[in-house]
């Protein structure tokens, strides 16, 4: 059996990764943001607010010649949740 090491994120951590990705953005750090949403998406656990955080700055900031590498991430990350999770979400990806 493998041993994993993808523990969720308690409340408290997914709220300040948040508050971190929602500061970079209001106060236009794009710079910034996208380096944050880099290292969300390929996370194994990503909590509803946060996907919708990510999605959110990818829209504000993500060059179009770059949509489709962002979709294939949002995509992929996307997969990677549970089924109650992905509800939880309401199907928030690229199309």
Not at 30 to 39: D, G, I, N, P, Q
Not at 75 to 84: D, I, N, T, V
């Amino acid at each position: 059996m493998k041993n994993r090491e993808t523990t969720p994120l308690t409340t408290d951590d997914t709220k300040t990764i948040v508050q971190e990705l929602n500061g970079y953005t209001d106060i236009g750090m794009k710079s910034a943001a996208l380096k944050l949403v880099r290292k969300i998406l390929p996370k194994q656990l990503i909590g509803p607010v946060e996907f919708a955080g990510t999605i959110n700055t990818i829209g504000m900031y993500g060059s179009t010649a770059d949509v489709h590498k962002w979709r294939e991430m949002v995509r992929a990350a996307y997969a990677r949740q549970s089924p109650k999770t992905k509800q939880a979400m309401n199907g928030d990806t690229i199309s």
